[in-house]
């Protein structure tokens, strides 16, 4: 996959992209990355790529033929079929679901912006869709555009190890919501994972749970099946709602909540 971001900090995003998961996967030529700075095209002296708003108001907006040209360079660098997608916060919801469609793709164009936005003819021109990546007030669409390739990075073929990838493979329309479907242990899709220990057995007092300890791996599926739910139940109640519970599932979420409630 290739992937371009038009971005006022590319030094900032290639900082970012070199290490890690996704820095492995350029290096392994999995995953193509680009970036075009508009201040690149600006055409006076000061190298503007920011105005006033029509109309008054706080702030500053991106002026829209810097960008168009930005985009351009950009575009004409990646294949037919790639989306355009300007991060915002004012757009769709970034999810899983979103990710899995974008990995697809043999391309994406990412537009982040700065200030208080762009001109919104450049938006209606050169944008196919519009994205943000959570309900809180960021500074532009850096992070967001980070975001966007870290996730669909994972999902590409060959980026994680087999046993991911394969396990990804079994839960794919599965709609996976608050996990990847993509865990070690092919752990059901939309729900949250349970608590994880290491050594030492013993900290602070505290220690692992006698049932992982033991290696009866029936009891240890059902030990963490049963947190999982718990978890889910107690920390993001609505992913229970989109979704069904075997037999199983819901007598184990009745065992959690009766423990639960008797202070266990
Ligand atoms: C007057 C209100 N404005 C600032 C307080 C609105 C505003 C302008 C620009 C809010 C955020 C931004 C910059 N944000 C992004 O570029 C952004 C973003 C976000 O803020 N939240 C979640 N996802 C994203 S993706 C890009």
């Not at 810097?66 to 757009?91: F, K, M, V």
Request: net charge negative; with cysteine; glycine share 12%.
């Amino acid at each position: 996959m290739h992937v371009e971001v038009v971005t006022l900090f590319p030094e900032f995003v290639r900082a970012y992209l070199a290490s890690g998961v996704v820095g492995r996967a350029v290096e392994r030529g999995l995953l193509r990355i680009g970036t075009e700075d508009p201040r690149t095209y600006a055409t006076d002296v000061h190298r503007t790529v920011d105005d006033r708003p029509y109309g008054g108001g706080p702030g500053m907006v991106l002026k829209v033929e810097p960008l168009a040209t930005a985009l351009g360079a950009a575009q004409a660098r990646l294949p037919e079929g790639s989306p355009r997608i300007y991060l915002s916060a004012q757009g769709r919801p970034f999810t899983q679901r979103v990710a899995r469609e974008f990995a697809r793709r043999p391309g994406l164009l990412l537009l982040a912006g700065r200030y208080e936005g762009v001109d919104e003819r450049l938006l209606a021109e050169c944008v196919d869709d519009e994205l943000s990546i959570g309900d809180y007030v960021l500074s532009g669409g850096e992070l967001g555009a980070l975001v966007v390739i870290d996730a669909v990075a994972r999902l590409l073929q060959g980026v994680l190890g087999g046993e991911h990838s394969a396990a990804f493979e079994s839960f794919g329309e599965g709609g996976a919501v608050g996990t990847d479907g993509a865990g070690p242990l092919e752990w059901p899709a939309g729900l949250l994972e349970g608590p994880a220990y290491t050594r030492p057995v013993e900290w602070h007092g505290r220690r692992v749970p006698e049932v992982l300890q033991e290696g009866n791996h029936a009891a240890i599926r059902r030990w963490r099946l049963k947190q999982s739910l718990g978890r889910t139940w107690e920390r993001r109640p609505e992913l229970l709602e989109q979704r069904d519970l075997t037999v199983e599932e819901r007598r184990l979420l009745d065992e959690y909540r009766n423990e639960r409630s008797r202070g266990a």
